[in-house]
């Protein structure tokens, strides 16, 4: 007997953009899914995340998601949650988390509040939307300390569970690095930096062009490629002309053809400044073998064990080149990170460890 069977969870999210948080609730949803869960999922219109839940045949509903006090979206829900008789209610960012769980508390089903992102959360006594849920997920294990630290939230209601990566995709041994190359039209001959994100302030891709500038006077065969779209586009392009770097910085837009991507870079490059969980582009990088400098915020160094990456300090220009620098120029460094960096990931971090944790959760809410 399948004990997954009857349990029905309803995904809210209010975000149009298409990153590592609406991956990861994609990435979710199917894994439950193929354990007899019936998933659903509430979102604006124009909503990227929307087109991928079709294309699994995941049930959709448009409703606006105006704010925090958006009493037409709380009653749609209440409709939506009786109607398919939902168990579960599980949110993701600000707006939707209001009016997703105070809907959930009005229709007696329960509320899960998923924290994707490590900014500070106001403590103010009126933001209490954490406190009601009945249980919170983050994506890393800072995260969850400053929840219970910050924000008074009970130990015991509040888990991290980092992003899941399914490892036959990313697996390094499944891609031609020659092929990934002509791809994306990337020459054959050069040492490949690469940085995979959606392209926000806080990602600090500016920061990764400031290098770029910094290293290629030394190194000329060197190229920074940047996958990604989003608000600061515009503003890449510009430092990328006004630093005279056309030809060696690399602007490819949105992707979808990750593992390919990462096959076709010698190095990985994380330079968020803030606002990370676990990065499922680090994860990611590092299954598929990269030698990879990230950054030392959110809970990035859950992922360091000492000798799989180099751990580096964020908005520092000079210490975050002086580090990539050294995979460039060491072979010897390059070989130890590339064997040791699948390894250290591949257990906890795949899909099936975030699958059966998340799966635990929902038992323990329902058989209370």
């Given at each position: ?45 124009d909503?990227?995340?929307a ?48 009016v ?34 009945d ?6 294990e ?102 005279n ?55 990035v ?22 580090d ?17 960096a ?14 059966d ?12």
């Open positions: 007997m399948n004990r997954y069977k009857d349990i029905k969870v309803l995904h809210t999210e209010w975000s149009d953009g298409w990153g590592g948080q609406e991956i990861r609730i994609i990435n979710e949803m199917l894994s439950v899914k193929k354990k007899g869960i019936d998933v659903y999922l509430a979102c604006r219109k909503a990227k995340i087109q991928k839940a079709k294309e699994y045949n995941i049930p959709v509903y448009y409703l606006p998601f105006r704010g925090n006090t958006d009493i037409k979206t709380l009653l749609q829900l209440v409709k939506i949650i009786k109607s398919n008789s939902i168990d579960i209610v599980n949110t993701h960012s600000g707006k939707d988390t209001w997703g769980g105070l809907s959930a508390k009005i229709a007696g089903a329960k509320f899960i509040r998923t924290r994707h992102l490590s900014n500070p959360i106001n403590p103010s006594y009126f933001n209490f939307i954490n406190k009601i849920a249980y919170i997920i983050t994506t890393g800072s995260i969850r300390k400053d929840m219970i630290q910050n924000n008074n939230i009970d130990p015991k209601k509040i888990i991290s569970i980092p992003t899941g990566i399914n490892i036959k995709l990313f697996n390094p041994n499944e891609y031609d690095k020659n092929k990934a190359r002509e791809y994306f039209g990337i020459d054959k001959d050069s040492f490949v930096v690469g940085n995979l994100a959606v392209l926000r302030g806080f990602k600090r891709h500016k920061d990764f062009i400031d290098i770029a500038k910094q290293l290629i006077p030394k190194y000329p065969n060197l190229k920074f490629v940047i996958a990604g779209d989003g608000p600061q586009m515009k503003n890449l392009k510009n430092q990328i002309q006004k630093s770097l056309t030809d060696k910085v690399i602007l490819l837009g949105h992707i979808y053809e990750t593992p390919m991507f990462l096959k076709s870079l010698d190095a990985f490059m994380l330079t968020s400044n803030s606002g990370e969980g676990v990065p499922q582009s680090v994860i990611q990088a590092l299954m598929m073998s990269l030698p990879t400098v990230a950054t030392d915020v959110g809970s160094n859950q992922l360091y064990n000492g000798n799989n990456f180099i751990l580096t300090q964020p908005n520092d220009i000079d210490k975050m080149a002086k990539l620098e050294q995979i460039i120029i060491d072979k010897q460094l390059r070989k130890q990170l590339i064997s040791n699948r390894d250290s990931v591949i257990e906890r971090y795949s899909m099936e460890s975030m699958r944790q998340i799966l635990s959760v929902y038992e323990r809410l329902l058989t209370k």
